[in-house]
C-alpha cells in the first residue's frame, strides 16, 4: 500500500515563530502537493512539485515555501506563522502523467497559530 | 478561472440511495475524481471518469458529462460508515494540479 506520512499530527505554534511541516512517501511517485483545508472552502493547493528540486505555485503560496531535496519528501515552510495560516493541512503524492493517477493522502497536520 | 460546486450537506437513510452533484468550470479537463473523507482522516480515492458516462464499483457510481460540466456520486444501499465528507476534484491539465469542491457531508440516520 502507498503511504504518506506527515511527520506531526498536531501542532500549536506562536505568531512569528517559523514552522516545518514535513511528508514522506514510499511509493516513488513524482508528483507531490501540499494543500491546506478550512471548512467551507474545500482543499486549496498551497504548492506542487513534479521533481525534485522543481516547485510549482498553486492557488495560495503567499506567506508558504516549500523544498524538496529528495524525491521522497516535501517539506511546508511557514517563514513567519500567522494566525490565519490555523488549518489543517494536508500532503498528497502520485505519479505523473495523464489518466487515473490518483492522489494519496496523508492524515494531515493540524495546526495552531496563537 | 476554475470553479467546483457541491452541496454543503445532505441526509439520508439507511439502506436508501443518495445522489452528490458536482458541476465545474475549469479552464481544462483531464479527469474528474472523487474521494471520500471521514471526519479527522485523510481522503481516500472512491472513484474516476474522464469519459462521459457511468462508472460503477460496487455500491458507488459516478458519472461525468463533459458537455454539461457535470457529475454525479451515486450511493446505494446506504450504510452508517458512508457518513463522510465527499470531495469532487477536477485535473484541469496533464501538470497534475487538481482543483478541489468544497465537500459535501453527508450524514446518514438510522
Known amino acids: 500500500d502507498v503511504k504518506v506520512t506527515q511527520s506531526s499530527r498536531y501542532l500549536v505554534k506562536r505568531t512569528g515563530e517559523k514552522v516545518f511541516l514535513e511528508c514522506v512517501q514510499d511509493?516513488?511517485?513524482?508528483?507531490m502537493f501540499w494543500y491546506r483545508q478550512d471548512p467551507g472552502l474545500g482543499l486549496r493547493l498551497i504548492y506542487f512539485?513534479?521533481?525534485?528540486?522543481?516547485?510549482e505555485k498553486g492557488d495560495i503560496p503567499e506567506g508558504y515555501s516549500v523544498s524538496r531535496e529528495k524525491k521522497e519528501r516535501f517539506s511546508l515552510i511557514l517563514e513567519s506563522a500567522s494566525t490565519n495560516q490555523t488549518s489543517m493541512y494536508l500532503c498528497a503524492s502520485g505519479f505523473g502523467g495523464a489518466g487515473a493517477n490518483v492522489l494519496t493522502f496523508g492524515a494531515g497536520s493540524r495546526l495552531t497559530v496563537l | 478561472g476554475q470553479n467546483i460546486d457541491q452541496p454543503t450537506e445532505m441526509t439520508a437513510t439507511e439502506g436508501a440511495i443518495v445522489q452528490i452533484n458536482c458541476t465545474y468550470q475549469t479552464s481544462g479537463f483531464n479527469g474528474l475524481f472523487w474521494y471520500q473523507q471521514h471526519a479527522g482522516e485523510a481522503p481516500t480515492f472512491l472513484s474516476y471518469n474522464v469519459l462521459d458516462g457511468l462508472e460503477e464499483k460496487g455500491r458507488f457510481s459516478s458519472f461525468l458529462s463533459r458537455s454539461k460540466g457535470y457529475s454525479y456520486l451515486l450511493l446505494k444501499e446506504l450504510q452508517m460508515k458512508d457518513s463522510a465528507s465527499y470531495l469532487c476534484a477536477v485535473r484541469p491539465n496533464y501538470g497534475q494540479n487538481f482543483v478541489f469542491g468544497p465537500g459535501t457531508r453527508l450524514s446518514v440516520l438510522p
Open positions: 511509493m516513488d511517485h513524482e508528483n
Open positions: 512539485s513534479y521533481d525534485v528540486k522543481m516547485k
